[in-house]
């Protein structure tokens, strides 16, 4: 139970809203009857300094002890190489510390750019020991004071500090700051890259929220964030990435923290969320029980986001089987609908016209809609659920169909 504000320590934390009871999203399940711990998903804001996070976290003995953890590598980033730009542009190729590096691809990336003294952090030993395999010099451990003055004593002080979606995770904002203060040079440079949430509330997209997430952003949050902590951002970039990143390059200014407002703007933000994501709901479950007689429904892409949205949104009874293109998840079931996985396959042989609900994200909705339009052998029509920018008009073309 989160008691204080990860970011400000205080106790002053409301609720926002709350989704009750569900499934961790990335667990897969390997039989359909195999059964599954449910927790409740709420989350609350801090009416201090503004911060959204998470009401109950999950022990991570738990969230992440049977996690199949996924590398870096398994998922093109397309927009690193553009965040390196940024970061040579304004700092140059000098020492660069990398925070939660995964298995090292960003920090491969930028030796290939040149950038010299690399190092990295990573708790994961999976995770580490790839990015050892790769040559560079990893510390296996959780932030830490201790770790990062390992770290100077062993190359100096570091020209720039990256955390590549990495704030999201910490239930501790100010130790992060306080490594980060530790680790660059005086007028070194910090660069932060994390999920925004701004997309999702306009559109009443109930997908943002997940169960390793424990902080949520806007650019005005983060940037009051930055202030509070004595930086202030001297560049800032969005990437059509993941349903939408937020980058932001910032330097050490000491100056008087500009007292917040984002609370009161947040609150007002959220009633008309919830409310076009109870629409979006009663739209897609409506059109698709109106529809199963004659179609098949199939979801397409089983992440964490579309398995929010499937269980927040009771979807799972409309829908008759899952695909993924991802090997390792075919064949297992989806957690809380127990929707089987199969491979893309399985919409050749469906034998009925079909409806494919596309759970990917909008980098990929194309390429994916012209491989429906290519390989199946019957009719097909698709709705995003997440992509578009209006949500409730996609959902609504379900009422066009016959």
Sequence with gaps: MTRTCNNCSSEALSPLFDLGELPIAHELLQTPDQPQQHHRVALLICDRCGLVQLEEPIDPAILYGRYNYCFSSWKPQPHSEDE??????????????????????????????????????????????????????????????????????????????????????????????????????????????????????????????????VNYFTEALLQDILSAHDYRAVALKRYNYSGGILAVAARKQKRAPVAPMQADTLRAQVIGFMERSRQHADLLRHNLARLRARW????????????????????????????????????????????????????????????????????????????????????????????????????????TIA
Aim: glycine share 8%; hydrophobic share 40%; proline share 4%.
């Design 84 to 213: 390196l730009g940024t970061v040579f542009s304004i700092a140059g190729s000098g020492p660069l510390f990398e925070v939660g590096c995964n298995d090292g691809l960003f920090l491969g990336e930028a030796r290939k750019r040149g950038f010299a003294a690399l190092s990295g952090l990573e708790p994961n030993p999976a995770a580490a020991a790839a990015a050892r395999e790769k040559g560079l010099s990893i510390y296996e451990s959780y932030l830490t004071p201790e770790v990062c003055r390992t770290a100077i004593a062993a190359v100096g002080r570091f020209r720039t500090v990256a955390a590549r979606q990495v704030l999201e995770h910490l239930s501790d904002l100010g130790n992060f700051f306080v490594c980060a203060d530790i680790l660059l040079e005086d007028d070194g440079l910090l660069f932060i890259d994390v999920p925004d949430i701004a997309p999702f509330l306009e559109t009443g997209d109930i997908s943002f929220v997940w169960e390793e997430h």
């Design 296 to 399: 098949k429904i199939v979801l397409y892409g089983v992440g964490c986001r579309a398995c929010t949205l499937i269980n927040a949104h009771d979807l799972g009874a409309c829908i008759d089987f899952a695909v993924d293109d991802q090997a390792q998840r075919q064949g297992k079931y989806l957690p809380g609908s127990r929707l089987p996985i199969r491979s893309a396959d399985a919409l050749c042989t469906a034998n009925a016209p079909t409806i494919c609900l596309l759970a990917v994200n909008q980098e990929h909705n194309e390429r994916v809609r012209q491989r429906l339009r290519n390989d199946t052998g019957q009719r097909v029509e698709w709705v995003s659920l997440h992509s578009p920018d209006d949500i409730l008009a996609e959902a609504r073309r379900l009422e």
